[in-house]
């Protein structure tokens, strides 16, 4: 199978800003992926020349095994795209604008867009011009634009930006349904967003791509993967902390948040620990294992103070 | 070509969609008509002919159409849609065009809601209706001159105050360079034959030919081949926009 992406190589410079650096990957159907990065990682601009929108400095692009720049027109049949802020033309109704965008993608009006308006439950608000609209409705005709032609590839620029929670778990739940049959690239800051909604995680900083793998590896590059979390009734943190250390050379164990928080190394050290605080029949009030936490990743590879 | 028309009819509703078409038309009906019987002395003169309502045209839309043009790319620009326009499968010279027509025909339109000053000096004499009808081609083709000036200027920034001032000067000097006072500013140093392709340029001078009643292939050439030509730097501009 051919891959729906294929990045080689592109760079993007503006004047003298490096704002994206050798970066490489492909896409297949059923892959979402989340672009995550700080502010001006160049998430924006890598979107924005997959979309044709902006030319790489160096580099090329397939979509769908065409090379983009030589078939413009052609790959973007294949692609669906929500610009950052998700701009439309306020001053026309939602059916208008929908109309225009399927005249202009050369789409049967009648069926297609009868199903995505019922899709994002768009009905109530045909009529109204787009400026009257609350963002929750903005960002649905704005994913309504992106879906009308049933598009391969879906690429969503800070898709849940500025919605409520309500709103938000809609559209993820959405995208994750889409995620099944077309593949899908989404830009977050918001890391749960990707846990929640992507099979495959990409951090960016200062254009340079840090990591590629899927959020649960990512997750394993946390400093606190893995960590037991424990706290009993019979005694404080410190004092569990002080026994605990007694019996075992632990390579890290901590206080946090009154939990004594001890790295685990292997499955044994799980159990050896478990059965100790039974056998001391110890009241338990608190015991977990950290799965390890993207923001912690996020902030180990980002921070370059 | 479908996609041309579609860009077109959304162009057109959003005009509509906002009072900007209204006042426009109603600006451009106001003051023709404060022009031609105030200043162009329409009834002193006592001829029943549109001279005097034609010759203000190119005065009005040296205003006028850069505030229509000034928010065509401008707009798209700060709001973001550019990029949603621009993303689509569409070409750049099919977006360029259908805003361009989209204008023109706007234009057309407050042009033939004059007809009342068609029927007033039918009513009032027997005026030669086919000079009328050249000047109205004219002023048509003339104002498409404008437009495209006015769009160019518009793509190059995000700014709507700075697309107006900008379009008024460059279509000011488009106006007059068959003036007097612009050709001895030239002729003192640039030689006859430069000061005569600028005085060529003048819209002053390519209209009143066409208003005496006259079109002449050469003013024909002239007004299509200036709204190419800047249509055509619209779609580099735009195209060079994405490096």
Request: glycine fraction near 6%.
């Amino acid at each position: 199978m051919t891959a729906l992406v294929e990045v080689n190589n592109i760079s993007k410079s503006f004047e003298s800003f490096l704002a994206v650096d050798d970066i490489n990957f492909s896409l297949e159907k059923g892959e979402v992926l989340g672009f995550l990065g700080p502010n001006g990682a160049g998430k924006t601009t890598t979107m924005r020349i997959l979309t044709g929108f902006l030319k790489p400095s160096s580099g090329s692009i397939k979509i769908n095994g065409l090379d983009l720049f030589k078939n413009l027109k052609k790959a973007r049949e294949f692609i669906g795209y929500v610009p950052e802020g998700s701009p439309l033309y306020n001053e026309m109704t939602t059916i208008d604008f929908l109309s225009f965008i399927c005249e202009i993608r050369n789409i049967d009006k009648g069926q297609n867009l009868s199903k995505i308006i019922k899709l994002l439950d768009l009905d109530e608000v045909l009529l109204q011009k787009i400026d009257t609209l609350s963002k929750g409705f903005k960002r649905r005709v704005g994913l309504a634009q992106a879906l009308v032609h049933d598009p391969k590839i879906l690429i969503l620029d800070e898709p849940t930006d500025g919605l409520d929670p309500n709103q938000k778990h809609e559209v993820r739940k959405l995208i994750k349904k889409l995620g099944k049959e077309k593949s899908i690239i989404i830009s977050t800051h918001i890391l749960e967003e990707v846990k929640a909604i992507c099979n495959r995680t990409m951090i960016l900083s200062n254009g340079k791509l840090l990591i590629d793998d899927t959020p649960t590896n990512v997750l394993k590059k946390s400093s606190s993967y893995n960590n037991l979390l424990v706290s009993v009734h019979d005694k404080s943190a410190n004092e569990l902390k002080k026994e605990l250390q007694t019996l075992k050379s632990f390579k890290y164990i901590d206080v946090n948040n009154n939990l004594c928080s001890i790295k685990l190394k292997s499955t044994t050290d799980a159990s050896f620990l478990s059965n100790y605080l039974l056998k001391k029949k110890y009241a338990i009030k608190h015991y977990s294992i950290n799965k390890g936490q993207l923001d912690e990743v996020f902030r180990q590879l980002t921070n370059t103070e | 070509m479908r996609q041309f028309l579609s860009i077109t009819k959304r162009e057109l509703i959003s005009y509509f969609a906002t009072p900007v078409a209204y006042v426009f038309i109603t600006i451009f009906l106001l003051l023709s008509g404060l022009f031609t019987f105030y200043l162009g002395n329409f009834f002193e003169i006592g001829q029943a002919s549109l001279g005097s309502f034609f010759e203000w045209h190119p005065w009005l839309y040296l205003f006028l159409v850069p505030a229509i043009t000034m928010r065509l790319w401008s707009e798209e620009k700060k709001s973001g849609t550019i990029e949603l326009l621009t993303t689509l499968p569409v070409s750049t010279l099919n977006i360029v065009l259908g805003k361009f027509m989209a204008a023109w025909l706007f234009t057309l339109l407050a042009l033939i809601l004059t007809f009342p000053m068609w029927i007033t000096v039918n009513y009032l004499g027997t005026p030669d209706n086919g000079v009328i009808m050249a000047s109205y081609i004219g002023s048509f083709l003339m104002s498409g001159g404008y437009l495209s000036i006015g769009i160019f200027i518009s793509s190059l920034t995000k700014n709507q105050v700075i697309a107006f001032i900008v379009s008024v000067t460059i279509c000011f000097l488009f106006t007059v360079s068959g003036l007097p006072i612009v050709l001895d500013f030239f002729s003192s140093w640039a030689g006859e034959a430069i000061t005569d392709v600028i005085a060529s340029f003048s819209f002053l001078a390519n209209y009143s030919d066409i208003s005496r009643g006259i079109i002449d292939f050469r003013t024909l050439v002239y007004f299509l081949s200036l709204i190419f030509l800047f249509l055509y730097l619209n779609v580099i501009t735009l195209d060079n926009s994405r490096n």
